[in-house]
């Protein structure tokens, strides 16, 4: 088969250089549409026989072939021929040299547009729940490891200062949170990506009697695109919002992995992984690097810049598709494997976390509790600011004590004592059904 495109009238020569750049890595990413881009043909032409415009006897032929097609797909066997401009065309070119004619009736009331701008819409979904189930996977060990470690002590920082006690409950349950906020973004993403564009067409509609409704039943959309130009309108600006949320959730992974990334390093000495999860040096035998955590913090920054590139690549368009929306593929689809693997791997690493015991029995680490002191003067009736000036000239003149094993004690919702673990697991349980 030679140059196979949809838009093709008559033999044309098109320029091998124009085609190769206009081209450019499409076909990659279109590979991982095709289930969808049949999925979209099985309800677009059940609609079409719905509103007459396809015979019954057509639409049951035409349906047989797209779901051997779509078997192909699953089983991994797809390939987009090396003269078959896209995903579209190939899945166009394989029904019609299976069943002749009835295959050439699927684009009745369809635009190449209108079908890219679903199969997207379809996939980004499809993300969406995995990245959601990846999440919360994480929040959920998380959690745990709070809880099994809740009464591990822990130093807390500002400014990378010493500060005052925390906990690796409370560490573990901080990020546990943070998960809970990074999917109210996705779910809001979500609900972007669950509105069907199918039956906008070039982006004005078309002057068949399409029945939208029936598309977006069928493809199990909440609810539609009414506007056609917006239909269209709305590539691109999907994209960048699902990003958003992914770049949230890997924002939160960064900072993680570099807390980890600190706490493994020998002055710290707080946490340890088994050899096998680290790497070791060529020439220094005593090295246990956090490569892992470091492949997951410059990853994650990088999955950040996906929001700001696409905003590049979109803010000046007019209304309209163009082709310049081709990009946003090659730079979301690789954004959201990157962002999911980044999610198995600090599974993976915490699932073998190994705390060190009594860290804070290290003499550098007996300021932390200067607060501790400061309260505890407050509770026998000191005004603050006394309090504050008396524990300050102990620290000063080097005559600072605390016993923290007796009386460290906090009480309030999401301190050391009280983490709240199960109000930050009901948050987490209200943003989850948001994606029902």
């Given at each position: 088969m030679s140059g196979q495109k949809l838009w093709s009238k008559e033999a044309t020569s098109t320029s091998q250089l124009v085609e190769t750049f206009t081209v450019g890595r499409d076909k990659e990413f279109d590979v991982l549409l095709a289930e969808y881009d049949v999925l979209g043909s099985l309800a677009h032409t059940q609609m079409l026989e719905s509103a007459g415009l396809l015979s019954k006897e057509d639409r049951e032929q035409i349906h047989r072939e797209l779901n051997n097609i779509l078997a192909v797909i699953r089983e991994g066997k797809f390939v987009i021929e090396k003269d078959i401009e896209d995903v579209h065309s190939q899945v166009e070119w394989m029904l019609t040299q299976r069943i002749g004619e009835a295959g050439k009736k699927i684009h009745s009331g369809r635009s190449r547009n209108d079908q890219v701008a679903v199969d997207i819409k379809l996939y980004l979904r499809a993300q969406v729940l995995a990245l959601k189930e990846e999440t919360h996977e994480l929040f959920e060990l998380l959690i745990r490891l709070s809880e099994q470690y809740k009464d591990k002590l822990l130093p807390g920082y500002t400014h990378l200062q010493i500060a005052?006690?925390?906990?690796?409950?409370?560490?573990?349950?901080?990020?546990?949170?943070s998960l809970v906020d990074d999917l109210e973004l996705l779910a809001a993403a979500y609900q972007v990506v669950n509105k069907n564009p199918l039956g906008s067409g070039a982006g004005y509609g078309s002057s068949f009697p399409l029945d939208r409704e029936l598309t977006t039943r069928l493809l199990h959309f909440a609810t539609l695109n009414y506007n056609s130009v917006y239909a269209q309108m709305s590539r691109g600006k999907t994209e960048k919002i699902v990003a958003t949320g992914l770049a949230t959730i890997a924002a939160t992974l960064s900072r993680l992995a570099m807390d980890c990334c600190l706490y493994i390093n020998q002055n710290?000495?707080?946490?340890?992984?088994?050899?096998?999860?680290?790497?070791?040096?060529?020439?220094?035998?005593?090295?246990?690097?956090?490569?892992?955590?470091?492949?997951?913090?410059?990853?994650?920054?990088?999955?950040?810049?996906?929001?700001?590139?696409?905003?590049?690549?979109?803010?000046?368009?007019?209304?309209?598709?163009h082709r310049d929306l081709q990009l946003t593929k090659e730079i979301l689809f690789p954004a959201i494997e990157e962002g999911k693997a980044c999610l198995q791997m600090m599974?993976?690493?915490?699932?073998?976390?190994?705390?060190?015991?009594?860290?804070?029995?290290?003499?550098?680490?007996?300021?932390?509790?200067?607060?501790?002191?400061?309260?505890?003067?407050?509770?026998?009736?000191?005004?603050?600011?006394?309090?504050?000036?008396?524990?300050?000239?102990?620290?000063?003149?080097?005559?600072?004590?605390?016993?923290?094993?007796?009386?460290?004690?906090?009480?309030?919702?999401?301190?050391?004592?009280?983490?709240?673990?199960?109000?930050?697991?009901?948050?987490m349980e209200k943003v989850m059904k948001k994606f029902a």
């Open positions: 005052m006690p925390s906990s690796f409950g409370l560490w573990f349950g901080a990020y546990a949170e710290f000495g707080f946490i340890s992984f088994p050899s096998e999860l680290t790497t070791g040096s060529s020439i220094m035998p005593h090295k246990k690097n956090p490569d892992v955590f470091e492949l997951i913090r410059a990853k994650c920054n990088r999955i950040q810049a996906a929001p700001n590139e696409l905003t590049l690549l979109i803010n000046n368009l007019p209304s309209g598709y599974r993976l690493m915490l699932s073998n976390i190994q705390i060190r015991d009594g860290i804070l029995e290290d003499e550098k680490y007996k300021y932390l509790f200067s607060v501790e002191a400061v309260n505890e003067l407050v509770n026998k009736g000191i005004p603050f600011r006394e309090a504050y000036r008396q524990v300050g000239n102990q620290i000063d003149k080097g005559e600072f004590r605390f016993d923290h094993r007796q009386q460290l004690h906090h009480t309030h919702a999401g301190s050391i004592g009280n983490l709240s673990n199960d109000k930050i697991a009901a948050e």
